[in-house]
C-alpha cells in the first residue's frame, strides 16, 4: 500500500492541479454549463444520479467482460493455430491487418442490419477490437522463443504439444498478457460504442441520451466511468498478472 | 561392446564442411572427451548425436542400434545453462524426466541437495549464480532416463575458481551415479583432469585427428593438475594440437 503512495503521488498530483486549472477556467471565463460543466458539477450530477446510473454500469461492465473473455479466448486460439500452421499464418496474417482496418464505426451499423439488435452484434464489435492485440502478442511471443531452450527440448525427445506446452505457451505468457492488457482498456471502448447501436441500458445509451439533450454533464459523467472502469479492468489483469508470472519479480 | 559408436559421420552446412568422416565409440560407464578449437563443429557433433541434424553420411548407433536421427535417447546439457525461467529448481531439475514419464522428486530433492543447493528447490533460476545454473543444468541431465549424457562445455562461462570445483564436484557425482559421459571442451587441462580418454579434433572440416587414453587413477584431487606427469600429459597433447 505504501508503495502504491510512493508511486501514485505524482500522477495523483498532475490530476488534481488539472481539474484545478479546470474549475478555475470554467469560472473565471464565465463558461456555459452545457458548453464545458466545471468538475464541481460533474462531480454534483455523478452523486445526485449515481442511482439511476448503476443499471447502466452494470450492463456495460457484463458485456465489457463477456466480450473481453469472448475476443481473448478467441485471440490466443486464433494465435496458436497460426502458430502451429504457418502456412496458414502467411495466407492469413494480412487478413488480420485489414480487419483493424475497418472502422468500427462503419462496420457497426451493418453488423445491425445482418444480427439484429441483439446481443450478437456487440459481442462481434467488441471481439474484433479486442482479439488483435493479444493475436499479435501471442504469436510474437511464441515466436521469439530462444532456440537453444527449443534445441534443448527436441535433443531431450519432446513432442510437439510438449514443446508448446512446456516451452511456447510459457515463454509467451508475458506477452500474451501485455496484449491482455491493451485489450482490457480497449473492450471498455468496444462496449460503449456496441451500445451505440441501439441497447435499453448500458453507458453507451447513457451517453447518447446525455448529449442530445445536451447535458454535457452527464456526457462527462460517463467519460470519467469509461476511464474509471478502464482503469479498474487495467489493474485487475495486471494483478493477474503479477500472480502468474511471479517468477518474474523474485528476478530483479 | 560401444554404448556408442559414431561411424563416417560428416555434415556440411551448405557449402561449409564442418564433420568429415568421423570415427569414434564410447563404452558404457566411461568418460570420453572431445577436444577441439572453437568453431570445428563439437556443437554440431552433439546435436548430430541427438537427432536434432540428419548428417550427409555414416551412422550412429546406441547399444548397436542405429540412432541416426532419432531424438530422445541420449541426455544432454547445452552449451548455455537453458534453465527455464519460469520453472523452480525442482521443476528444471526434473523436466528431462518429465518429457518421458515419470517425475522421482525424491531422488531430485537428494541430488539438489548434495549439489549444495539446499533450500534453493523452489528458487527460480534467475536467483541463481552462473556455477549455480550450471550445476542445475547437469543435475537435469543427471536425471533424465536415458544412459548417455553429452555436455557440451558447461563450464567454459565460469572463472577458474568456480571451474576446478565445478570439475571436481562433476568427477564425483559421476562416480556416485554410474552415467557414461561424452564430454566437450576446448580446454586441454579441463580435458585432462576429467577424462578416460580424449579425442583430439582437427579443424575445416573436423577429423578425428589422434586419441589418448588417460591412465591417472581415480578419485582425481586438485592436486593433480600440479603434478609432472601432468605437466607431461599437458606437453604431448598440446604438441599433438598443434602439429600439421
Ligand atoms: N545451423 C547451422 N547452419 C549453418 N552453419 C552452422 C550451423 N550450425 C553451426 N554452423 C557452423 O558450423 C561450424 C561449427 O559450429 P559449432 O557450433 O559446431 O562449433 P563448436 O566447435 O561447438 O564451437 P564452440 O567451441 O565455439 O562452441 C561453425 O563455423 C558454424 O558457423
Ligand atoms: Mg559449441
Known amino acids: 500500500m505504501s508503495k502504491l503512495l510512493q508511486k501514485g503521488w505524482r500522477p495523483a498530483a498532475v490530476l488534481l492541479l488539472l481539474l484545478c486549472i479546470w474549475e478555475a477556467a470554467v469560472h473565471l471565463a464565465n463558461i456555459p454549463r452545457w458548453l464545458l460543466p466545471a468538475p464541481t458539477s460533474i462531480a454534483l450530477e455523478f452523486g445526485n444520479g449515481f442511482g439511476g446510473l448503476m443499471p447502466h454500469l452494470q450492463s456495460t461492465i457484463l458485456l465489457t467482460i463477456g466480450g473481453f473473455l469472448i475476443g481473448c479466448t478467441i485471440g490466443i486460439i486464433v494465435a496458436i493455430v497460426l502458430h502451429m500452421l504457418p502456412g496458414v499464418q502467411e495466407a492469413v496474417y494480412p487478413l488480420l491487418i485489414l480487419s483493424q482496418n475497418v472502422p468500427i464505426i462503419v462496420l457497426a451499423p451493418l453488423l445491425v442490419i445482418w ?17 488483435f492485440p493479444v493475436t499479435i502478442a501471442a504469436m510474437n511471443g511464441f515466436r521469439t522463443t530462444p532456440s537453444e531452450m527449443k534445441h534443448y527440448m527436441l535433443m531431450a525427445g519432446a513432442k510437439k504439444t510438449q514443446l508448446f506446452a512446456k516451452l511456447e505457451w510459457p515463454h509467451a505468457l508475458p506477452a500474451v498478457f501485455s ?3 491493451i485489450s482490457a482498456t480497449y473492450s471498455v471502448m468496444g462496449a460503449v460504442i456496441s451500445e451505440w447501436l441501439g441497447a435499453k441500458k448500458g453507458i453507451g445509451v447513457y451517453m447518447t441520451l446525455a448529449s442530445s439533450s445536451f447535458r454535457t454533464d452527464r456526457v462527462f459523467v460517463a467519460i470519467f466511468i469509461i476511464m474509471i472502469v478502464s482503469l479498474v479492468f487495467f489493474g485487475l489483469i495486471t494483478a493477474a498478472e503479477r500472480w502468474a508470472l511471479k517468477w518474474r519479480e523474485e528476478e530483479s | 561392446m560401444a554404448l556408442l559408436k559414431i561411424e563416417h559421420l560428416s555434415k556440411s552446412f551448405d557449402h561449409l564442411h564442418v564433420l568429415e568422416d568421423i570415427h569414434l565409440h564410447v563404452n558404457a560407464g566411461e568418460f570420453v572427451t572431445i577436444l577441439g578449437p572453437s568453431g570445428s563443429g563439437k556443437s554440431t557433433l552433439f546435436h548430430l548425436i541427438g537427432g536434432l541434424l540428419k548428417p550427409d553420411e555414416g551412422k550412429i ?3 548397436g542400434e542405429d540412432m541416426t536421427g532419432k531424438r530422445g535417447l541420449i541426455s544432454y546439457m547445452p552449451q548455455q545453462p537453458t534453465l527455464f525461467p519460469w520453472r523452480t529448481i525442482l521443476d528444471n531439475v526434473l523436466l528431462g524426466q518429465e518429457l518421458q514419464g515419470k517425475r522421482d522428486e525424491q531422488l531430485a530433492i537428494e541430488m539438489i541437495e548434495k549439489a549444495g543447493l539446499a533450500g534453493y528447490e523452489n528458487a527460480f533460476p534467475g536467483q541463481l549464480s552462473g556455477g549455480m545454473k550450471q550445476r542445475v543444468a547437469f543435475i537435469r541431465a543427471l536425471l533424465s532416463p536415458q544412459s548417455l549424457i553429452c555436455l557440451d562445455e558447461p563450464f567454459s562461462a565460469l572463472d577458474d575458481f568456480t571451474r576446478l570445483e565445478m570439475q571436481q564436484w562433476l568427477l564425483s557425482t559421476w562416480t556416485t551415479y554410474q552415467k557414461t559421459i561424452l564430454f566437450i571442451t576446448h580446454s586441454i587441462e579441463e580435458a585432462l583432469f576429467l577424462s578416460d580418454r580424449i579425442i583430439v579434433l582437427s579443424t575445416n572440416p573436423a577429423t578425428v585427428k589422434q586419441e589418448f587414453i ?6 582425481r584431487e586438485k592436486s593433480l593438475i ?3 606427469e601432468f605437466l607431461q600429459w599437458k606437453r604431448e597433447l598440446t604438441e599433438s594440437i598443434f602439429e600439421r
Do not use: D, Q, W, Y
Not at chain 1, 444480427?115 to 482479439?131: A, E, R
Open chain 1, 115 to 131: 444480427f439484429g439488435f441483439g446481443l450478437l452484434p456487440k459481442i462481434i464489435v467488441i471481439t474484433l477490437v479486442c482479439f
Open chain 1, 179 to 181: 496484449g491482455l492488457k
Open chain 2, 61 to 63: 548407433r546406441l547399444n
Open chain 2, 214 to 219: 588417460i591412465p591417472f587413477e581415480r578419485p
Open chain 2, 226 to 228: 600440479l603434478s609432472s
